[in-house]
């Protein structure tokens, strides 16, 4: 699976980590920055990755800052982009089954390696619904 992940100064090192590991796995990483501890502003790298997953450039995106909520909510102004803030493995099944979440975010300072790890598999071999009021609800997010 083609990845796309972005993060700001917050979800650096998460990011740093999670990048080598989804490698690991076999994915097609695409890092979209930013590329070190120093301070940035949120909102660019979570448009920035969900424009991309929207755009087909990748089948979906992980998004990591301090907590997770700037850069969620920066990916979610992106039409198209359902974008979920995980924090706990049965929110990221929840996300990919009845939400059809393109993207996750997490936080890079309340979120381990291991749970994040447990949060991206459980989300990425989840598969959609696809029940009816599943399809409509995620048809009407893509209209807003
Ligand atoms: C940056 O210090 C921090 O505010 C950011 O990473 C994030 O937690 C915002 O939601």
């Not at 590991?21 to 979209?32: A, C, I, N, R």
């Not at 120093?38 to 995106?61: E, L, N, R």
């Not at 990916?75 to 939400?99: F, I, M, P, Q, Y």
């Not at 989840?126 to 009021?133: H, L, N, V, Y």
């Amino acid at each position: 699976m083609r990845i796309a992940i972005a993060s700001d100064h917050g979800g650096f090192s998460l990011k740093e980590d999670l990048r080598q590991y989804l490698k690991g796995e076999g994915h097609d990483v695409v890092d979209l920055g930013t590329d070190s501890e120093a301070s940035v502003d949120y909102p660019i790298y979570g448009q920035k990755c969900a424009q991309y997953v929207v755009d087909g450039k990748a089948d979906k995106g992980i998004v990591l800052c301090g907590t997770g909520i700037g850069i969620s909510i920066a990916a979610n102004k992106v039409k198209g982009a359902r974008c979920a803030l995980c924090t706990s493995e049965t929110l990221a099944e929840l996300a990919a089954n009845h939400n059809a979440a393109n993207l996750i975010a997490l936080g890079g300072r309340t979120t381990s390696f291991d749970e994040a790890v447990t949060y991206i598999e459980k989300w990425l071999s989840t598969p959609f619904d696809g029940g009816e009021r599943h399809v409509k609800r995620v048809n009407m997010l893509n209209e807003l």
